[in-house]
């Protein structure tokens, strides 16, 4: 099985910075795209930004200039810096990779558990 596991949540307050890491364990043999969506309450989850291997990186309009992704492929982590926070970014952020086990030959789509960030004064 495959798990992503994220960390780095909190409360913040607004201009503030987080660092957020999302690690993918089990029987991996390849790591594709990795992302991290969000999703605020009464809202649909939204990318947020994205990097694949070899082709760069997308980031959502909102948080262009001021989060920064990045990725270790040695640690198969992913990791979303995120700096002069707004109240509006305040949302339950969602690691996504899309990962092909070990013995496979295709790709799944795998989620993280979610991690609150709250950008509050």
């Known amino acids: 099985q495959v798990q992503l596991v994220e960390s780095g949540g909190g409360l913040v307050q607004p201009g503030g910075s987080l660092r957020l890491s999302c690690a993918a364990s089990?029987?991996?043999?390849?790591?594709?795209?990795m992302g991290w969506y969000r999703q605020a309450p009464g809202k649909q989850r939204e990318l947020v930004a994205r990097?694949?291997?070899?082709?760069?990186?997308y980031y959502a309009d909102s948080v262009k200039g001021r989060f920064t992704i990045s990725r270790d492929n040695a640690k198969n982590t992913v990791y979303l810096q995120m700096n002069s926070l707004k109240p509006e970014d305040t949302a339950v952020y969602y690691c996504?990779?899309?990962?092909?086990?070990?013995?496979?030959?295709?790709?799944?789509?795998?989620w993280g558990q979610g991690t609150q960030v709250t950008v509050s004064s």
């Open positions: 996504n990779a899309d990962i092909r086990r070990v013995g496979v030959s295709y790709e799944n789509d795998y």
């Open positions: 089990g029987s991996i043999f390849s790591i594709n795209a």
């Open positions: 990097i694949r291997s070899g082709e760069g990186w």
